[in-house]
T-cell receptor
Framework: DGGITQSPKYLFRKEGQNVTLSCEQN?????MYWYRQDPGQGLRLIYY???????QKGDIAEGYSVSREKKESFPLTVTSAQKNPTAFYLC?????????????FGPGTRLTVT | GEDVEQSLFLSVREGDSSVINCTYT??????LYWYKQEPGAGLQLLTY?????DMKQDQRLTVLLNKKDKHLSLRIADTQTGDSAIYFC?????????????FGSGTRLSIRP
């Protein structure tokens, strides 16, 4: 089955620790995205990548880092510099060339930092 | 500017129609989308409309686009309990060869018996 997987579904960390969230897709999509979702708010774009070994900052990149060494994988590291890391993180992918640039979403990872 | 706005909550009776509204600000939008998010899950694309269309119908879903007023709506006919979810309106903006999707804050639809 083609799709996007994110792991783990729930993640708990102590304040001051870096943590890496996994995102893998087997849809052969060129572009991948990371969003953060907070209660009562829409999705805010953290980073996106349109091609391997290249990525761009989104609207709220501070305190986060990414890598895109393989087309299928786009891990997100939440660093200790991120002031409010507790949130629901969603990964998505899309074809660059496509009828509607539809983004396919993973199931999300809920990160809690105490 | 880039902004997509939606009301946060909507409550309808089971069997009635639900109408979720959205306004956007960027007239260069090419595609507009409706996504559905069930509790604890990712977003699922419900439907989309190209900016040169006025209406799109897909089974119980009807999307209306008023470009002059920059207003998008999603009508769900015969609303069922399984339609309870958060619905996100989104627009695609094109910047040269890149694209960016802007999401609204989501409308939480609840169904009354």
């Amino acid at each position: 089955d083609g799709g996007i997987t994110q792991s783990p579904k729930y993640l708990f960390r102590k304040e001051g620790q870096n943590v890496t969230l996994s995102c893998e897709q087997n849809l052969n999509h060129d572009a991948m995205y990371w969003y953060r979702q907070d209660p009562g708010q829409g999705l805010r774009l953290i980073y996106y990548s349109q091609i391997v070994n290249d990525f761009q900052k989104g609207d709220i990149a501070e305190g986060y880092s990414v890598s895109r060494e393989k087309k299928e994988s786009f891990p997100l590291t939440v660093t200790s510099a991120q002031k409010n890391p507790t949130a629901f993180y969603l990964c998505a992918s899309s074809m660059i060339q496509g009828a509607a640039y539809e983004q396919y979403f993973g199931p999300g990872t809920r990160l809690t930092v105490t | 500017g880039e902004d997509v706005e939606q009301s946060l909550f909507l409550s309808v009776r089971e069997g009635d129609s639900s109408v979720i509204n959205c306004t956007y600000t960027d007239s260069s939008s090419t595609y507009l989308y409706w996504y559905k998010q069930e509790p604890g899950a990712g977003l699922q694309l419900l439907t989309y409309i190209f900016s040169n269309m006025d209406m799109k119908q897909d089974q119980r879903l009807t999307v209306l686009l008023n470009k002059k007023d920059k207003h998008l709506s999603l009508r769900i006919a015969d609303t069922q309990t399984g339609d309870s979810a958060i619905y996100f309106c989104a627009e695609t903006l094109l910047y040269s060869s890149a694209s960016k999707i802007i999401f609204g804050s989501g409308t939480r639809l609840s169904i009354r018996p």
